[in-house]
């Protein structure tokens, strides 16, 4: 059980029930699908981006606790970050859930250490990243659907 | 094992040790998973392996491995022996008319292609349709999609009811003049359904139509007779008959079989080869080109003494049993929905629960060391039938227990705790 703790963090099944920014943006200036063959996991992103700074953000679609929960965080981080900022925690939160992250107290990770888990979890950690892959490929400019497979 | 089905239907203490002793041939069972013994419950994507398959696998490889066919020399004489014995254990098992029938393939999938090709190349053309049931797994639905691209022909689905059944009726309305060939699975690996293909099959062959039935999942809950069904083409995979991966085979009328072009080309299927002209080879021959997977096919071999040593009336009862005691334990709790309530059904149970997605449900159950199968089950045309993106399946095999639906039953309950 105490697996299933690290991984269900209380932050996580609370986003789960009520996430944020969940919500269609029609003044959306980038928008992409996020989609997990493996599980059904898919989710659209919408970013307003003005002068490489995401001034909003929301998603919506269904899928897992995990992939829901972590869409929702990431909507709270980005709001008001610029690519660049968004980009780096991207990069922070790829090597937290892939166990790479090595020299960074939890503190500092703020939201984003509820998913420390996921690392002990292969099997979950495309359903973690999905809607950061999405939002990475998203101000990227591409344009199609993101696939995690 | 001796002990009748009906003594077992009458007795849960005599079933209980049939399985028992059944669980003894396989070895994986008694592994453990995040230290919980292991419970077992994804049999429709594979079924685990008794020690006899695992060592006529390696019996091969240790004292017979040789090429077949082809060797004059006695290893060779002796793996060709055992490799057609077991087309010949084959063709009694599922009652076919000759050896010819019965074609060694990779696995449904490879059959259904190979029949959705060669038939495909003969028979088929712009206009004509193929009919499938919207039940199909991915492997009876895209060959044909293929098929159609290839050709101009169109993919005609019959539809399901919400109990999960073939709508009889919209089947044999949509056979027509058109229909080349009709494919339908014998037993749904999504829902559970037991299809009457019999009858669905005497339907098609009053206008004509020959059907292809997907026995991927029947192979290991019933005992299969295909001149009894009268199918045209059955397929099946060794791996979810407790068998090897990578072997399985397809059934074919051989008047059907010897009008369709060769699938692939190579070494096996040929009689002669000069760079003008090349002279196929019999049946079954002219469909398999290249080494086969010889120390699988011996495996499977192995599988079917397995199957043939059950008593099937013990087999029916228990799998059965285990059917009904997670069916109606997972209706009693709160939340739980099961998708696929076909009047008969076979050793599958697909359920949701509540807003809990499938995935957080699978990784909670695999804490518990219970191994389910979570998603679409490659059948998303099903999932959109139901208007959900995936489901929780539970699939038995002869080894299951009662014990090991308790199991499940509690680990329901444990996502209950985590998803409060
Ligand atoms: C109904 C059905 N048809 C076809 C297949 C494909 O079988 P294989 O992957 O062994 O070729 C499966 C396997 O899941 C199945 O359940």
Known sequence: MSDLRALYQEIILEHNKNPRNFKKMPEATRMLEGYNPLC????????KIVNDTIVDISFEGSGCAISKASASVMTTLLKGKTKAEAEKMFETFRLLVTGELKDMSFETLGKLGAFAGVSEFPARVKCASLAWHTMHNAIDAKTDVVSTE | MMTSGTTLLQNDDALQ???MKLREQFPILNEHVHSKRLVYLDNAATTQKPESVLSAMEGYYRHLNSNIHRGV????????????????????????????????????????????DSFGRAFVKAGDEVLISGMEHHSNIVPWQLLCERTGASLKVAPIDDRGEIIVEEFERLLNKRTRI?????????LGTV?????????????DIPVLVDGAQAGPHLRIDVRDLDCDFYALSAHKMYGPTGIGVLYGKQRLLESMPPYQGGGDMIRSVTFEKTVFNDLPYKFEAGTPSIAEGIGFGAALDFLTSLDWRA??????????????????????RIIGTAREKAGVVSFVLNDVHPHDIGTILDQEGIAVRTGHHCAQPVMLRYGIPATVRASFAVYNTKEEIEALIRGIYRVKEVFH
Do not use: M
Request: glycine share 6%; charged share 20%.
């Open chain 1, 40 to 47: 059904g996991d898919h989710y659209t992103l919408y970013l």
């Open chain 2, 17 to 19: 040790a049939w399985t």
């Open chain 2, 73 to 116: 020399h006695f290893l060779s004489e002796q793996a060709t022996e055992a490799y057609e014995g077991v087309r010949e254990k084959l063709r009694s098992y599922i009652n076919a008319a000759a050896t010819g029938e019965i074609v060694f393939v990779r696995g449904t999938t490879e059959a259904i292609n190979l029949v959705a």
């Open chain 2, 182 to 190: 009709v494919g339908l699975a014998h037993v749904s690996n999504a």
């Open chain 2, 195 to 207: 299809n009457p293909v019999k009858h669905l099959i005497d339907l098609a062959h009053r206008h």
């Open chain 2, 315 to 336: 087999v029916s009862v228990h799998e059965h049993s285990l059917l009904e005691k997670a069916s109606d334990a997972l209706c009693n709790i709160p939340g739980v």
